[in-house]
């Protein structure tokens, strides 16, 4: 079994910063793409940022600047770093894993329960 585990989410003021982190825990082979989502109130679950085992990175462009994702593959975890953070940040954040089972080598999308990020003006 594999779970996600996030943590770091709370309450800033705008301006503030925050770093979200997540933890892959289980039978885990092998993590490919981990990522970072969110979901505002009222609106569809979006990509915030993305990292590939290589290191490759991807992000929202409205986050760009702002917004680092990074990982530790020995140890299964990718962090957020969030700068700059404004009201419109506000969301819950999910973290967001492709990985392949020692269960059964198949490779399947993977989230963690979300963590709340509020961005006080």
């Known amino acids: 079994q594999v779970r996600l585990v996030e943590s770091g989410g709370g309450l800033v003021q705008a301006g503030g910063a925050l770093r979200l982190s997540c933890a892959a825990s289980?039978?885990?082979?092998?993590?490919?793409?981990m990522g970072w989502y969110r979901r505002a109130p009222g609106k569809q679950r979006e990509l915030v940022a993305a990292?590939?085992?290589?290191?490759?990175?991807n992000y929202a462009d409205s986050v760009k600047g702002r917004f680092t994702i990074s990982r530790d593959n020995a140890k299964n975890t990718v962090h957020l770093q969030m700068n700059s953070l404004k009201p419109e940040d506000t969301a819950v954040y999910f973290c967001?894993?492709?990985?392949?089972?020692?269960?059964?080598?198949?490779?399947?999308?993977?989230w963690g329960q979300g963590t709340q990020v509020t961005v006080s003006s």
């Open positions: 289980g039978s885990i082979f092998s993590i490919n793409t």
């Open positions: 967001n894993a492709d990985i392949r089972s020692t269960m059964t080598f198949i490779e399947y999308d993977y």
């Open positions: 990292i590939t085992r290589d290191s490759i990175t």
